[in-house]
């Protein structure tokens, strides 16, 4: 299979097409623009999943769900308070399919069957909500509102590819409520926190974590807080975002509260949210020209046997070795999959597991229950060992975690050695086309500026880095003065 | 709170509107049939989520996810062979809203933003997912495919009840591939019998298995396998329902694979689902005047915690006990929640938890700590004793098991005593108004005799129970010979 992989080297978009679905993770559908992900794919979406939300619920949030369509006269109310907000969505006109009249065995729509008023396939829920938030808040005592829902949302996208930027795409969403601005500001930025945390710790993947820019900002945001990450191709990528929405949407949707001193004031907002786009941005992280590579902390499983065998009896032996080893991993919570298939040779399984990125693979033949041994490969550094059979569970034990650690080094390596401080424009525009990856420079904080260095160099500013040093400088472009650099790139 | 809620005496109906509302599991929302999921009532469809998700993979399935909408073309292909399939559904047409020259401040639909082929927001995903399968298989080596997706569906219901019957809801559906009849028989049974299991060992609502009628059967299937519950108010209601396909939906999307004698043949199919319907049947399966009652399986938190207490002092002291007790049955896996709000005082927290079904309450007071005791009330029959400290926890895990049994026990025995044996219709119609509940009775086998019932009293054949009696008997509408009873009742 992976011989067919295109390299990266040779065509990095074209690699990362065919191994999303040569590796099995998802694939286009009959629906422009909507993906089918697949289960090896939907397996290491879960894991995203459980990983989040046990992190969500650890920080006092509580899951929910509200509904898919949003009532048009809803963003009406949003548009006032939060201009530019997407228009490109997916419209309910009509509830109703009938034989069609005029060709046989055909269907359309009822056009007795139309709706008042249309309904919009959420592209995101913060109207619908802050329209229930209000039957929701009339005191203090009913904040703060601690609200995550996993959904799917559809915005109608020209140029999809798979992951990256979907019609439909699967996400949670956060939407808390708050007595404060302080209390509000201290949610959003906390959010962005736990996405940095869960990047680094479970995708193996370094993310600079920062706050966008008015221009890169969310339609009603206040702030932006977000996490970018550097892809392989030297492209960033906005791998999740907080905002910190003011009182935008509660003036929108007039949910007003009684504080503490007895007035009446209008709550404050906030909304995060990470989306499959992260499976994306694991693959851009990690893989190779033979494939996916994952994190051991999101692999679907962990280990994979593979037996080697001429008869049944060897293939008993081997069996009997393979069920007392996953009983042992079991026991330190390591997932292995026996791959016992009938139907395919050793060969081919080696190069499946290898293109779907199995951290380890275990082979064992009858030499190896002879001598008590197995061979053990590892898919990041495609290097294999021989191990005792006694020492193979601590072996394995230890070795996801240096493969875990391992891959988040390699990654910051690379990252870090991709930002690049710059001092004036011709140098930007060089490094840009050369090297690539973040270029740190000063920027005067006009959107003018900012507006005219993406026309002339498609590098956009990713986010004004938390905790930013401050320096006197020049803008790199204007040369006005600047008190801080920001991080340009091109990005996803 | 729960001082207004209608007896279920009074109006059945009305006390299980108002319980779902008042004990904070849903509510109406803006878009017409569309409910919010509030996060009470989530956290229960979170518990019942993860117990059948668990079940499906121990039986083989993965999960996987496919796209919200149906191209009308792939329903015209369905319809063919599985004619009489809902046309009431939401139907996007457009993809852009636009502001509205004609009315400022408002939007529109625009309509250059039509698409070429409409697009229907499913109903169900058999279309989608056999369109999609038929790129996965060619052999017998790709089957079978056994794939459970957790998804939101829209069905254009004109008359909606929380949970019972909504526009979108939540449920799963497992669509299954394989390549002979018997094997999909099989997993038929097998997913039936899943539900079955959930439902009784999970929901404490015991079930009859059985196969529905042609009448009752989903459109397109050969068989429907279900489990039937009923109600307190003596109304069945189908819980879950597992359906062997044949080839019909092969046919349709023509999916032929080559079996393993080198013949092309079309690829048999099965689906099942339950959804968040599951939660009205739970509810109206235990619940009492005074609120929801919950199994323990099931309860977002099993155990609540009331202090009482009247000055700091004694609220650290509580508050220490307290987590040493939570701290104790979290090692037992007993999941406990410690209600230490200022904002409200001990008798509201004591009928909230009532009121939303919190299985065991714990209530300790400054005399508790002297005497090292606390006070355990049990929400299932309202009764309270005082437990020694240091039996507190072994009390707790045998008590949950308890109430568990007990509440599942009830329920069969009103099953039990409300399945009524008739032999003549007179018998029928006055058992249907006065007893309520399941008739056992016989039934000549034809669709015209079932409609005829329908039409005359509104019980329908709920299911023919499986490995039903087999017995000499006359059928108690028509007169005419039958075999076999089967099961009426006026249901959900």
Redesign the interface.
Known sequence: MSKNLTSRAEDYSKWYNELVVKANLA?N???RG??????YG??I??KMQAELDRMFKETGH???????????S???AE??NAEGFA????????????NDPDNP???R??PEAKLEE????RPTSEA?IW??YK?WIQSY?DLPIL?NQW??V?R?EMRTRLFLRTA?F?WQEGHTAHATKAEALVEAEQMNDVYAKFAENFMAMPVIKGVKTESERFAGALDTYCIEALMQDGKALQAGTSHFLGQNFAKAFDVKFTNNEGKLDYVWATSWGVSTRLMGALIMTHSDDKGLVLPPNLAPFQVVIVPIYKNDEQFEAITEKAESIIKELKALNISCKFDKRT?HRPGAKFAQHELQGVPLRIAIGPKDLENNTIELARRDTLTKEIVQIDELTSTIKDLLKVIQDELFNKALIYRDDHITEVNDFETFKKVLETKTGFISAHWDGTAETEQKIKELTKATIRCIPMNNKQEDGVCVYSGKPSLQRVLFAKAY
């Open positions: 694939e559908s009959a629906v909507c993906m089918v992900i697949k289960p939907y397996a979406w879960e509580e899951n929910a769900y509200f509904p898919l369509f949003v009532p048009k809803l963003f009406e548009e006032k228009k490109e969505c997916a419209v309910v006109t009509h509830y109703r399919l009938q065995g055909k269907l729509v009822d249309e309904l919009v396939v619908i329209n229930t039957g005592r609200i959904a799917n559809v109608w439909e699967l139907t």
